[in-house]
């Protein structure tokens, strides 16, 4: 399901839309194809688009779903993306898009300014991309779940555990390379 609206954010309306049209049947589905007990509880934050009579809005054919909503403040402590992964991501996106910005002006004539106007597109975006997330590792992956599920953290999981150099100092070298 594709929506948009000026400010690229999800609506209360485009959310109940969804839940209705996309998530609801998805799940019926899958619990009937399954031979399961057609019965769902999604859980939601308080976002702003998350109503918080979403029930009421529920197709009347959807109405297994239940609706709980977690205590406002608590997105960061439950949900484990928020526990670092979301910033490791992001440093390394910026760690492969500087490089591919320089490996392009090294090796071409165009300027930096040229390179983003002309020829940075959503299918080297896409590329960054895969490489900033399979440089997201195991360990990061794993310790985001500390606090919400100490269990699946344990340290006997941890795999990468050589020292190495931050991805702060590697985005700073790359700038630098007599570093």
């Not at 760690?95 to 080297?124: G, Q």
């Not at 991309?129 to 340290?155: F, H, M, Y």
Request: overall charge negative.
């Amino acid at each position: 399901m594709w929506r948009s609206n000026p400010k690229a954010w999800v609506t209360r309306k485009f959310f109940v839309e969804w839940v209705n049209l996309v998530f609801g049947p998805t799940v019926k589905k899958y619990l009937q194809e399954n031979n399961l007990p057609v019965q769902a509880l999604l859980i939601l934050d308080n976002a702003p688009a998350h109503s918080p009579n979403l029930e009421d809005d529920i197709l009347e054919e959807l109405k297994f779903i239940k609706v709980l909503y977690l205590p406002p403040n608590t997105t960061p402590i439950l949900q484990p993306m928020d526990q670092q992964v979301i910033s490791n991501f992001k440093k390394l996106y910026t760690k492969h898009l500087f490089r591919r910005c320089l490996e392009v002006t090294e090796s071409t004539n165009l300027t930096l300014r040229e390179f983003w106007k002309d020829h940075f597109n959503i299918a080297i975006c896409l590329q960054v991309i895969d490489q900033a997330w399979l440089g997201v590792t195991t360990k990061t992956l794993t310790s985001a779940w500390k606090k919400l599920w100490p269990e699946a953290a344990a340290e006997r999981i941890y795999e990468e555990l050589e020292p190495g150099v931050s991805v702060e100092e590697e985005i700073v070298s790359l700038g630098n390379p007599w570093v």
